[in-house]
Nanobody
Framework: VQLQASGGGLVQFGGSLRLSCAAF????????MGWYRQAPGKQRELVAG???????NYADPVKGRFTISRDNAKNTVYLQMNSLKPEDTAVYYC????????????????WGQGTLVTVSS
């Protein structure tokens, strides 16, 4: 299973970006998908998560500004980011949690490669 993230870039304060992350492989189901971010000198932190039945959770700093969604048929998760602030600058990583595959009984998590979001003031 591989995750491919895209959509990062440079945006001005107050602008918007939409991140996408698609999972590829012999996937049966992905229990939960999420977005994490890591700013320079800081630990990786959860931004938002969504379960296969659509339940979502958000970190307090992004509530009301970011929206996570997913397309189960495409094994893809999205993160719509509005009203961006310089403190949102980070590398954003997608994560697929509890991934069930057709070819094995092993259930595990997978990380994407990260996409850089830079918000200028």
């Amino acid at each position: 299973v591989q995750l491919q993230a895209s959509g990062g870039g440079l945006v001005q304060f107050g602008g918007s970006l939409r991140l996408s992350c698609a999972a590829f492989g012999s996937i049966l189901i992905i229990d939960r998908m999420g977005w994490y971010r890591q700013a320079p000198g800081k630990q990786r932190e959860l931004v938002a998560g969504i379960t296969s039945d659509g339940n979502t959770n958000y970190a307090d700093p992004v509530k009301g500004r970011f929206t996570i969604s997913r397309d189960n048929a495409k094994n893809t998760v999205y993160l719509q980011m509005n009203s961006l602030k310089p403190e949102d600058t980070a590398v954003y990583y997608c994560k697929a949690e509890r991934v069930f595959v057709h070819t094995s009984s092993l259930v595990r998590d997978y990380w994407g490669q990260g996409t850089l979001v830079t918000v200028s003031s």
